[in-house]
């Protein structure tokens, strides 16, 4: 079993940066792939960023690349999501999920195991 727990989200104007945190614990060791996705108003859930823990492998939706930056710290068994030169339309809540699998198609969904309760990103304009 596997827990996650996001942290991190806020209010910010349009330009300016947040940091999200995703936890994990419990058997957190056994995670091989970490990934962020988004849901806003009236939208699907849509793929943000993933990252393996071996390699550190990374991929990015054409929404966030050159903004966003995916990164793990092993010794809190945390991912991270900076987000840079925020827009109104990144305006969502957030999610982490993580696999014990490398993924190989890493916007899926349905290719996660665990799951985070989310947190609320809210950009103005």
């Known amino acids: 079993q596997v827990q996650l727990v996001e ?9 300016g940066s947040l940091r999200l945190s995703c ?3 419990g058997r957190a060791f056994t995670i091989q792939s970490s990934a962020w996705f988004r849901q806003g ?3 699907e859930r849509e793929f943000v ?7 550190r492998t990374t991929s990015y939706a054409n929404a966030v690349k050159g903004r966003f930056a995916i990164s ?5 068994n945390t991912v991270y999501l900076q987000m840079n ?3 109104p339309e990144d305006t969502a809540v957030y999610y982490c ?12 969904p349905t290719a996660y195991n665990y799951w985070g309760q989310g947190t609320q990103v809210t950009v103005s304009s």
Do not use: E, Y
């Open 7 to 15: 942290s991190g989200g806020g209010l910010v104007q349009a330009g």
């Open 72 to 76: 793990i710290i092993d010794a809190n």
């Open 23 to 25: 936890a994990a614990s």
């Open 41 to 43: 108003p009236g939208k």
């Open 97 to 108: 999920a993580a696999s014990p699998n490398r993924l190989v198609f890493t916007s899926i």
């Open 85 to 87: 030169s925020l827009k």
């Open 49 to 55: 960023a993933a990252i393996t823990s071996s390699d």
